[in-house]
């Protein structure tokens, strides 16, 4: 096993001239519960934008470090019933910390509860993306639990939007969808998207709260926050919940606070938290899941495939057109 780490690192939050690949020092003694992974590849979530431009200093990595997600093989255990059981196994993982090192590397350390287990059917390159499915799965397990029948999201257009459409298809669950563009709009009505509504449109959210009233909706995901966390929570139907989960926005949530004197709730959606608590057989079939339904439901339509070292050059692709282009890094051997 090579004793150094090379990986994607910033000097300066929020400024990404200074990016650099650094050789980090191993250390001899990984922490109780944290396993090392000899990576594979690596993909490109909106939260690392949020960190690699300043936001979200809690989650910023070891060695300010870069990325949240990949997959690769345990090659070795800091201890612990859990980390140990990893040890050989192909995996998905998030890092999520300070203790934590990032997945834009040939290497990286990382708590072994945000770590799981991929089957034979799936390979590397999919498994990169797996958290993104876990994610779905979490909010899909939220609908199931509160027995919701309809569904308001906005950011529909992007990966876990349109994902969120097939799954909810699938199962006989309505919902309603909200894009910031017109030609987004017609990129889900050409899938097959019954309720698409255009924010750029005067008077959408009337339509769409209309629509929550007819269709019952008491379930919602704000991918954006800002102005639209308060009208998400108005369309919903009481007794209603609103999940946050991203900021695509980079503004604070706001509502009105006469809104909040109703039968509704706004709560936060972390994934972290929740495969917390979940032990390792049932993550493992939560992937198994992902595996069988991958091609139906999480499919992802990667525009290109690049090496850390080419990084920076790429990023600019992704930041001026996030619809359909998600980046898959390469990023054993580096």
Same mark, same amino acid.
């Given at each position: 096993m090579t004793d150094k780490l090379r990986a994607l690192t910033i000097d300066r939050y929020g400024d990404i001239n200074s990016m650099t690949v650094k050789e980090l020092k191993i250390p001899k003694d990984i922490p109780e519960n944290f396993v090392l992974i000899r990576n594979e590849f690596a993909s490109l979530h909106p939260a690392d934008e949020y960190i690699y431009m300043g936001n979200f200093s809690e989650l910023r990595l070891s060695h300010n470090t870069l990325g949240l997600?990949? +997959?690769?093989?345990?090659?070795?255990?800091?201890?612990?019933?859990?980390?140990? +059981?990893?040890?050989? !196994?192909r995996v998905t993982f998030m890092t999520y910390g300070p203790n934590n090192t990032g +997945?834009?590397?040939?290497?990286?350390?990382?708590?072994?509860? @945000?770590?799981?287990?991929?089957?034979?059917?799936?390979?590397?390159?999919?498994?990169?993306?797996?958290?993104?499915?876990?994610?779905?799965?979490?909010?899909?397990?939220?609908?199931? !639990?509160?027995?919701? *029948? /309809?569904?308001?999201?906005?950011?529909?257009?992007?990966?876990?939007? #349109?994902?969120?459409?097939?799954?909810?298809? *699938?199962?006989?669950?309505?919902?309603?969808?909200?894009?910031? *563009? +017109?030609?987004? /709009?017609?990129?889900?009505?050409?899938? =097959?998207?019954?309720?698409?509504?255009?924010?750029?449109?005067?008077?959408?959210?009337?339509?769409?709260?209309?629509?929550? #009233?007819?269709? !019952?909706?008491?379930? /919602?995901?704000?991918?954006?926050? =800002?102005?639209?966390?308060?009208?998400?929570?108005? @369309?919903? @139907?009481?007794?209603?919940?609103?999940?946050?989960? =991203?900021?695509?926005?980079n503004q604070p949530c706001l509502i009105n606070p006469m809104s909040l004197i109703k039968e509704k709730k706004i709560k936060g959606l972390t994934l972290f938290g929740w495969l917390n608590k979940l032990s390792i057989l049932k993550k493992t079939k939560?992937?198994?899941?992902?595996? *069988?339904?991958?091609?139906?439901?999480?499919?992802?339509?990667? @525009?290109?495939?690049?090496?850390?070292?080419?990084?920076k050059d790429t990023l600019q692709c992704y930041r001026d057109r996030k619809t359909n282009s998600k980046i898959l890094l390469r990023t054993r051997g580096i």
């Amino acid at each position: 096993m090579t004793d150094k780490l090379r990986a994607l690192t910033i000097d300066r939050y929020g400024d990404i001239n200074s990016m650099t690949v650094k050789e980090l020092k191993i250390p001899k003694d990984i922490p109780e519960n944290f396993v090392l992974i000899r990576n594979e590849f690596a993909s490109l979530h909106p939260a690392d934008e949020y960190i690699y431009m300043g936001n979200f200093s809690e989650l910023r990595l070891s060695h300010n470090t870069l990325g949240l997600n990949g +997959s690769g093989t345990v090659i070795k255990s800091g201890g612990g019933v859990l980390a140990n +059981s990893l040890l050989n !196994k192909r995996v998905t993982f998030m890092t999520y910390g300070p203790n934590n090192t990032g +997945s834009f590397a040939n290497i990286t350390i990382v708590d072994a509860n @945000c770590v799981v287990p991929i089957p034979d059917s799936m390979n590397f390159e999919q498994a990169a993306g797996a958290i993104y499915a876990l994610t779905i799965e979490y909010m899909m397990n939220k609908i199931r !639990k509160g027995n919701h *029948r /309809a569904v308001i999201q906005n950011v529909a257009c992007g990966y876990i939007g #349109k994902a969120m459409i097939k799954y909810c298809t *699938r199962n006989g669950i309505s919902i309603i969808n909200i894009v910031r *563009r +017109s030609n987004q /709009a017609d990129l889900l009505r050409e899938m =097959g998207c019954e309720y698409v509504f255009d924010s750029s449109e005067e008077g959408w959210e009337t339509k769409v709260s209309l629509l929550a #009233k007819t269709l !019952k909706a008491t379930i /919602a995901f704000d991918g954006v926050a =800002g102005e639209m966390t308060g009208i998400l929570y108005d @369309c919903l @139907c009481e007794p209603g919940v609103l999940y946050v989960y =991203g900021l695509l926005s980079n503004q604070p949530c706001l509502i009105n606070p006469m809104s909040l004197i109703k039968e509704k709730k706004i709560k936060g959606l972390t994934l972290f938290g929740w495969l917390n608590k979940l032990s390792i057989l049932k993550k493992t079939k939560l992937v198994e899941k992902v595996a *069988r339904l991958y091609d139906q439901v999480f499919f992802v339509n990667y @525009c290109a495939t690049v090496d850390i070292n080419t990084f920076k050059d790429t990023l600019q692709c992704y930041r001026d057109r996030k619809t359909n282009s998600k980046i898959l890094l390469r990023t054993r051997g580096i």
